[in-house]
């Protein structure tokens, strides 16, 4: 018989209080299983032009991460993830090794707003969903 620990977990990530409190449409989710990514994606934009704006801003987040565990300063994270990003699509690969950060005492930054264009554009796609 199975007990409790052999029940597979899958670590999600909270949701946002900003989308608890003021509500919301999740446009894309991704995990990983055993080494292989999953996404799951609302086709939310009337042109998919729109996802690159959208990607480029969870890019630019992601490299404030990084940047916050101190680790890399936010440019060198940002080159190596779009870096990684380009030649994963076919793009040529530029070799550079990125710089460490040795400051230890790297503030988390604060959030940024998404950008006023791909808010406007989920805004019109959300309203769009509810007729």
Excluded: C
Aim: charged residues 30%; proline residues 7%; positive net charge.
């Amino acid at each position: 018989m199975a007990g409790p620990d052999d029940i597979p977990i899958y670590e999600a990530l909270v949701i946002p209080n900003e989308a608890l409190d003021k509500g919301g449409l999740e446009i894309l989710r991704a995990g990983l299983i055993e080494d292989e990514l999953y996404v799951t994606a609302r086709p939310t934009f009337d042109h998919p032009s729109v996802w690159g704006e959208v990607l480029a801003d969870v890019t630019r987040r992601i490299s404030q991460l990084y940047a916050a565990d101190g680790k890399y300063t936010q440019k060198d994270a940002l080159a190596a993830i779009t870096g990684a990003y380009a030649a994963d699509l076919g793009a040529p690969v530029v070799a550079k090794a990125p710089a460490r950060r040795t400051n230890k005492t790297a503030t988390k930054p604060a959030k940024k707003p998404a950008s006023k264009s791909a808010t406007k554009r989920a805004k019109t796609a959300r309203r769009k969903a509810k007729r």
